[in-house]
């Protein structure tokens, strides 16, 4: 029996989780549940898991813990985080952004296996510590998909990874286009049903600039060997080649449950109720160079990921805040990457040295960005 904390389980990733879990019934134990905040849906989770413990970020009122099952504690704060940790042996780590950074930390911490779907905790983390040595599946699509390949093969092998990309809502849209966007147009994306951050993170493609990051650090990968390509089916997720000239390419449905499925058992395959699909339903597979100068968040990432040390938490905190001030109508749409560009040309400080550190830069950035944003950009943005 596993038993499987859930953090971030009233999110898109959460909620797929207990799917998942729901599939399996008899193998999976829900021990904990973890949300920012004390939500009906949150009660409904709980209700359903009767799981030994519920906590939140925010502290909720008498009457909500009243209407919790007998048997699950009720837990709030970083008091919280760490006995959900406790509670489990698996823990999914789907809290959204930068809130997501402590919990995975201490996850590895306390030695538990974390199935990690958190990229910024993932980004941040591999300042102060080497993930290789420690138990960490990772869940997004991509780095799933290259985390199956890779473990087959010797690091000698391989020559390049290349991380795909839908392309987003303005794959084919100018950038004067793109200066117009609402957040209603960034939040509509073509393949895949996100939350609102990694949505707009995926519409200036810094999705994939911390995709880059994180596969560095999960795979021990040189910058210079990960690559992007525009994929807009979405059905291939990675693609290795390797120094004899062969491509290994990992496709699936778009379809998150899949990859979450894969690190809920690693090391064991279960059989999926979604059925297999035939190589025929994939089809029509068609792949485009990325045009960076539309999309320049991709140099921005790697550029911060060349530089490391304090750079690193800046440009996770200036992007949080940035898309916050977006989705606000504060600022436009490629105002987003000239103001995390600004934030990361302010950077003074030096490479941190522990998680308390990495937060303080994170906070930063975000105070940082937020201050620039009221001097510099007028409501709907300039840029």
Request: net charge negative; aromatic share 8%.
């Amino acid at each position: 029996m596993i038993r499987l904390a859930v953090l971030g389980s009233t999110g898109s990733i959460g909620r797929q989780t207990l799917e998942v879990a729901e599939w399996f019934r008899g193998e999976v134990e829900i021990v904990s549940l973890l949300a920012g905040r004390p939500s009906e849906n949150l009660l409904e989770q709980a209700k359903k898991w009767k799981p030994r413990l519920v906590a939140t970020a925010l502290e909720a009122d008498r009457e909500w813990i009243r209407n919790l099952p007998p048997e699950t504690v009720y837990l709030f704060g970083e008091e919280g985080i760490e006995a959900c940790i406790e509670t489990a042996d698996r823990v999914m780590n789907a809290v959204s952004g930068v809130h997501g950074i402590k919990p995975a930390y201490l996850t590895l911490k306390k030695g538990k296996m974390l199935l990690a779907s958190n990229k910024e905790s993932i980004i941040c983390l591999g300042e102060i510590m080497e993930f290789q040595s420690r138990n960490v599946i990772p869940v997004d699509s991509e780095h799933n998909a290259l985390f199956q390949i890779l473990q087959e093969l010797g690091k000698e092998d391989v020559k390049f990874v290349y991380l795909t990309a839908s392309g987003g809502p303005f794959r084919n849209s100018s950038i004067e286009e793109m200066r117009r966007a609402t957040p209603q147009e960034a939040l509509n994306h073509p393949r895949w049903n996100m939350g609102s951050k990694i949505t707009v993170d995926s519409a200036t493609l810094m999705n994939k600039g911390f995709e880059m990051l994180e596969a560095k650090n999960l795979f021990d990968l040189d910058l210079d060997s990960i690559k992007v390509v525009i994929h807009p089916q979405s059905t291939v997720h990675g693609i290795v080649v390797l120094k004899d000239g062969s491509l290994l390419m990992h496709s699936s449905r778009t379809d998150m449950r899949i990859p979450i499925q894969h690190a809920l058992f690693y090391p064991d395959r279960k059989d999926t109720p979604l059925g297999t699909p035939q190589p025929t339903e994939l089809s029509p597979l068609t792949f485009e160079e990325v045009d960076t100068e539309k999309f320049r968040s991709l140099y921005l990432a790697r550029w911060t990921g060349e530089m490391g040390g304090a750079y690193v938490p800046a440009l996770v905190g200036a992007d949080e805040e940035a898309v916050k001030l977006f989705l606000e109508e504060r600022i436009g749409f490629v105002d987003i990457t000239n103001l995390i560009e600004e934030v990361l040309s302010s950077v003074t400080f030096d490479p941190p040295n522990s998680v308390d550190e990495i937060l303080e830069i994170v906070g930063w950035a975000r105070q940082k960005a937020g201050e620039i944003a009221l001097g510099t950009y007028s409501s709907g943005g300039t840029s």
